[in-house]
């Protein structure tokens, strides 16, 4: 099936409670406008490659999307709007269960474990 992946860093200072509400808004946007989340997955708190906006650091989450341009459309102008999101990015994918799949292999296999903050 095709679709989306994308991938949305907050601010490091973002509590967990709030990264699972904004997680939610983020779904309904996409829900509302005849779009489908069919998978998410959290990379934790990681070292950006540069700083943004003051920040060193980032939670990474990762969306997967079902191929609804309007409804990507209309993420994309929450996910500009939104304050707590450092940055983000949306790319096509041919296949966006072999695209999960690829993603929890590389996790187990440690390849994706999340970093520490350097203190």
């Not at 946007?29 to 959290?42: C, R, W, Y």
């Not at 950006?48 to 409804?71: C, E, F, M, N």
């Not at 983000?88 to 474990?113: C, H, I, P, Y």
Request: net charge negative; glycine share 8%.
């Amino acid at each position: 099936m095709q679709g989306y992946e994308t991938v949305v860093v907050l601010q490091p200072n973002v509590t967990e409670t709030e990264q699972k509400d904004l997680l939610e808004k983020f779904s309904g946007v996409v829900k509302t406008h005849g779009g489908k989340v069919v998978g998410a997955a959290t990379w934790g708190r990681r070292k950006l490659g540069y700083t943004v906006g003051k920040h060193d650091y980032g939670i990474y989450h990762l969306l997967y999307l079902d191929r609804t341009p309007a409804s990507l459309k209309e993420l994309d102008t929450q996910l500009r709007h939104n304050e707590s999101v450092i940055l983000w990015q949306s790319v096509a994918v041919n296949d966006v269960q072999k695209e999960m799949a690829d993603f929890e292999r590389l996790k187990t296999e440690g390849t994706l474990t999340p970093q520490t903050p350097e203190i």
